[in-house]
């Protein structure tokens, strides 16, 4: 009877789910007694995950997009208390694959704490393919500092796991946004930033952001699509590929030279 107590309130659930979207009122999931009714019947945080996880996915068929994100954060929170990272992680990143259209800034949200969630537990290694999908809902939000700024975040997560190609890259990706985005003084501060690091410093990918950047200075827009083009640029996430393909973005005039070499800082009013 336990059993078919704990399946009878996910039945609740599900039809109250389906009544919130019927008659347009907002249903609060009851954690409370929910939990109750989890530990009457003898299942683990593990078990009540998977059922959160069951939910969230029927809240996606019936479009109710605020369920979508209570049921998968709760199956999150469940599963960390089982010491389960990954697993919690992964609910999160389920979750706002399903709200990237609806919610973005909800989905982003929670991509951002799967981050976290793995690497606060030290695996960097595993948090790759949420950071592309955190910053392709930003480019298509047309959030591109945002974009950059998580493309950095991830070059820090590649570095501590030693993947340092992917680094590298990252660095390159983050330039190239903020080209695309038509703030030239902001991608050199990054390219700048980034050749302090001896691993890019010496990188196919630093020499291409340092033919690009060159490029701009001197208002070469063959040589823009050129080095836009290559196959350093080509082995890139198609997301940045496709901004790339598009430079230059804007009008582009030539400035006084400002790179690692000379240091000097660059003029506002020579902006593009």
């Known amino acids: 009877m336990l059993v078919t ?9 599900c039809c109250w789910l389906n009544r919130t979207k019927l008659t347009l009122t907002r249903w609060s999931a009851d954690w409370r007694n929910a939990t109750q009714y989890y530990e009457q019947a003898g299942f683990t945080p593990w078990d009540a995950g998977k059922h959160m996880e069951s939910a969230g996915a029927l809240a996606v068929e019936l479009s109710i997009w605020n369920e979508v994100a209570d049921f998968y ?3 999150s929170e469940l599963y960390n208390e089982c010491g389960r990272s990954q697993p919690a992680s992964d609910a999160l990143a389920k979750g706002a694959r399903a709200l990237e259209d609806a919610k973005p800034e909800v989905a982003i949200a929670m991509y951002t ?6 690497e606060e537990d ?5 948090v790759f393919d949420i950071y592309r999908a955190i910053t392709s809902v930003y480019i298509k939000l047309e959030k591109y500092t945002d974009a950059a700024t998580f493309l950095l975040r991830w070059a820090v997560a590649a570095n501590k796991c030693n993947a340092l190609h992917s680094q590298c ?13 038509h703030d030239f003084k902001e991608a050199e501060k990054c390219y700048n ?7 890019f410093f010496s990188s196919d990918q630093s020499h291409c952001a340092s033919k690009l950047l060159s490029a701009y200075r001197e208002a070469d827009i063959e040589e823009i699509q050129r080095v836009s083009k290559s196959s350093t640029v080509s082995n ?6 496709r901004l790339a393909r598009k430079l230059p973005t804007g009008e582009v005039v030539a400035m006084e030279v400002n790179s690692v070499e000379h240091g000097e800082a660059l003029d506002e009013d020579d902006l593009t």
């Open 5 to 13: 107590d704990l399946q009878y309130l996910i039945s609740r659930s």
């Open 169 to 181: 890259k990252a660095y390159l990706s983050a330039i190239i946004v903020y080209l695309y985005a």
């Open 73 to 75: 954060r709760r199956a």
């Open 236 to 241: 890139l996430d198609h997301m940045i590929i």
């Open 122 to 126: 030290g695996k960097e290694n595993m």
């Open 113 to 118: 704490d799967a981050c976290s969630l793995l």
């Open 193 to 199: 930033d980034c050749c302090q690091i001896d691993t």
